[in-house]
């Protein structure tokens, strides 16, 4: 039987495409590269190639040449704010500025929403009064995951989204980030070191290279 899995009330359409034309950073690039609504793209490489850097140029947050779009609006129209709620990047490793993890969440989350939101990602709502600096790695993975989401992003950048899980953990996010994006057609790009992973939840794989993408067959 389908699980249960609790939706979250987003109000905003996700692009029909999110284009990226010509990106360089650093010493990377240019990549250029097309992902549609309601697609899964993969990403690999070897470790410091630079995929990390993408997601970050991507929205906004180093210096970087080309452009990004969704659908036909470039990234320097928008203000940077609004750009990253759109495009919403999953570091692998999250910031945590409260005392308390519930005071990370929309305060207008009703309690029967929360509690659903969370046992997505497998928690109980007692979680919301945790104090962030008892939070384990995979345990901030799947929270941030869950923040993200909350602001409702056509776009997904995920970056290691399970490399702190359990296999059991892995199979709960992946099942839900792919839920998630079957109702509300959502953007991603999937960074993963996990070959078996990338088949499981990803259309198509990029393998990165400083300068280029190489599709992987
Ligand atoms: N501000 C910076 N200036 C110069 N180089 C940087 C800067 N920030 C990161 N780098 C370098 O850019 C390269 C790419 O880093 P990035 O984190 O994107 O790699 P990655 O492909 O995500 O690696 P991993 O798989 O290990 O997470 C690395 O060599 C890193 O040291």
């Not at 384990?136 to 409702?152: D, I, P, Y």
């Not at 999937?190 to 794989?205: F, G, I, M, N, T």
Request: net charge negative.
């Amino acid at each position: 039987m389908e699980k249960e899995r609790h939706s979250l009330s987003i109000s905003r359409r996700p692009p029909d495409i999110l284009r990226v034309e010509a990106l360089r950073f650093l010493d990377n690039g240019p990549y250029s590269f097309d992902i549609r609504s309601g697609e899964c793209v993969g990403l690999s490489g070897p470790s410091g190639v630079g995929k990390t850097q993408l997601l970050r140029a991507m929205t906004d947050l180093i210096e970087h040449q080309g452009r990004v779009l969704l659908d036909d609006v470039p990234a320097d129209d928008v203000p940077a704010p609004a750009w990253r709620s759109m495009v919403t990047m999953i570091p692998a490793e999250s910031a945590w500025w409260y005392e308390l993890v519930g005071d990370h969440f929309p305060r207008e989350m009703g309690k029967d929403e929360a509690k659903a939101l969370l046992a997505n990602v497998g928690f109980g709502p007692d979680v919301f009064n945790w104090q962030t600096n008892r939070l384990s790695t995979g345990e901030k993975q799947r929270l941030a995951l869950l923040r993200g989401l909350c602001h409702g992003p056509g776009v997904l950048l995920l970056d290691e989204p399970c490399s702190a899980l359990d296999s059991k953990h892995t199979i709960l996010v992946e099942d839900f980030i792919l839920s998630h994006q079957k109702e509300h057609g959502t953007v991603i790009l999937w960074v993963s070191h996990d070959p078996e992973q990338l088949q499981r939840v990803a259309s198509k794989v990029f393998v990165m290279e400083k300068k280029s993408l190489l599709e992987s067959t």
